[in-house]
């Protein structure tokens, strides 16, 4: 089984922003980057091409994806870049995204709406929530004839939900509406195929619950889309297609998509379905230990349509004296973990990796918010 080389003297419970990418696949990028320094010129000019395409083909077919649709980029933030940017929207257009989406996300919006007149809608998606249906009706009620592309996650990052993405891109697909899925935690927390889903965009993350080197990530691009998508930094591929264009963006190191593949065996090696299902497990058990520690309720039923190896929980006390205790549980209590302020309220948010995170972790977590937040000893 892989190494990982996370610090044992924390508790890492943050897998979802930043996982630890294995010792073994640390092993093969280094490998790769030697191989490029002992020849720069062979390795970036005559392999590259080869390598970008083999690459293409494991990642294609892990995500069920179409190859000439798949392309690579360093993170889903640049793939949502691409996406706005190319895309004809003007003053008269509304994007469409809920309030949970990412804030990086919400910027790249705000950044168009500034410098083309684009107006930014959110669907308020209720949190707590009962049932995902309350997803969709958010969503439909937002649209309005000026809606010209909708944006959802398919794993909220602050609230860490599953949307019911095939609902939502079937009532987009109704009124005529793209749609660009957010996918940044999907890869190694549920399973995508993306012929099924359809989207006209997806991005998502190697390097999070995949645990490919950082800067591995992948944009796809509907076939009716793809003379229309262009990377945010034009270079030598301009005009000749989707792959040539992502392909080649300047000189960079390309090694962590060049693990794509050995990613992927990782991850199955290590059980694929079922080792995404212990990490939802991990969370279930997690997140019943704090709510009860704390007397508090969670957010929503214990529906795994609804959350995967994440779990947002909320916390008895106020949001300004989040930066104090997010401090006092690194610091002093030793656990890495995100407590974040969302629509005015404090949370907690635990994820589960399977690879490393244990049940007993949970607890330590539980006790320290416990003694923090309600105990008085």
Known sequence: MPTYLLDPSVCFLNHGSFGSTPKELLETQQSLRMAMEREPVDFLMREYAPRWEAS????????????????????????????????????????????????AVRNTFEYAANRRGIEVVEARVPFPIEDPSAIVEAVSRAITPRTKLLVVDQISSPTALIFPIDALIAVARSHGIPVLVDGAHAPGQVEVNLREMAPD?????????????????????????????HPTTISHGFGKGLHQEFGWTGTQDPTAWFCAEEAIALHRAQGGAQFRADHHSLVQAGRGVIARALGVDLPHPDDPRMYGSMATIPLPCTADHVPVLFDAIRHQDGIEVPILVWDQRPWVRISGFAGYNQAHQYERLADALRRRLISND
């Open 201 to 229: 965009f997806w991005v998502g993350n190697l390097h999070k619950w995949m645990c490919a080197p950082k800067g591995a990530a992948v944009l796809y691009v509907g076939e009716p889309w793809r003379d229309q998508i």
């Open 56 to 103: 293409i083909d494991a990642v294609s077919e892990f995500l069920g994806s179409d190859r000439e649709g798949t392309v690579f980029v360093p993170n889903a933030t640049t793939g949502v870049n691409a996406v706005i940017s190319s895309l004809d929207l003007g003053p008269e257009d509304q994007i469409l995204t809920t309030n949970h989406r990412y804030d």
